[in-house]
């Protein structure tokens, strides 16, 4: 079975702070993803990944950086913590661009 | 741009009942679609994938069907359990990302 992991389930920050979300996936799939999901909004997409040390945007990039140094690991990393963005954050991982798997989620209130 | 939408937004039936989720596209040209499963505070988990040039998959209860030329695809659970409660999510894949729906949450009481 594929597995996705996810650093941490729950988290609080402080504003200002800088904030690391580790997801690790065992199955050695080429593509990962960061999303966030918000109540009436749905999971839109931060940041992908094809590769090592391969980035694009997704559809909400602003105020998030990625790392991807090793094919297993892939880091969100917000550089100053904000209110708004208080949220769940669900990493996946695939093959392929689909057949998605999905980690259990952070979720993340910055006060 | 792609836009996915889901109906009903939240649905309460008694056990046992067969019911039909049914989800919503703007762009016929995708690759795929899938349907997930959320239960509160956690992940996703994939239920169904449906490939563009099919018409349905089946998994024990759960059939998901797609009609790509009316942009429309629909999931059938049979004989609904309580352990079927959840928010039941859709996503299409056009190019390289997966674009959802915003869930339809089903209650099934006893």
């Known amino acids: 079975d594929v597995k996705v992991t996810q650093s941490s389930r729950y988290l609080v920050k402080r504003t200002g702070e800088k904030v690391f979300l580790e997801c690790v996936q065992d199955m050695d799939h080429e593509n990962m993803f960061w999303y966030r999901q918000d109540p009436g909004l749905g999971l839109r997409l931060i940041y992908f990944?094809?590769?090592?040390?391969?980035?694009e945007k997704g559809d909400i990039p602003e105020g998030y950086s990625v790392s991807r140094e090793k094919k297993e690991r892939f880091s969100l990393i917000l550089e100053s913590a904000s209110t708004n963005q208080t949220s769940m954050y669900l990493c996946?991982?695939?093959?392929?661009?689909?057949?998605?798997?999905f980690g259990p989620g952070t979720r993340l209130t910055v006060t | 741009k792609q836009e996915v939408t889901q109906i009903p937004a939240a649905l309460s039936v008694p056990e046992g009942e067969n019911l039909v989720l049914n989800c919503s596209f703007t762009?016929?040209?995708?690759?795929?679609l899938q349907w997930f499963r959320q239960d509160p505070g956690k992940g996703l988990t994939s239920l169904l994938l449906?490939?563009?040039?099919?018409r349905e998959q089946t998994s024990g209860r759960l059939n998901a069907s797609l009609d790509k030329s009316s942009g429309r695809s629909t999931l059938y659970i049979a004989a609904s359990q309580p352990g079927d409660s959840a928010t039941y999510l859709c996503a299409v894949q056009n190019t390289d990302k997966l674009i959802f729906g915003t869930g339809t949450r089903l209650q099934v009481f006893p």
């Open positions: 449906i490939q563009s040039s099919q």
């Open positions: 990944s094809y590769d090592v040390k391969m980035k």
């Open positions: 996946a991982s695939s093959l392929q661009f689909y057949e998605q798997y």
């Open positions: 762009d016929s040209a995708i690759y795929n």
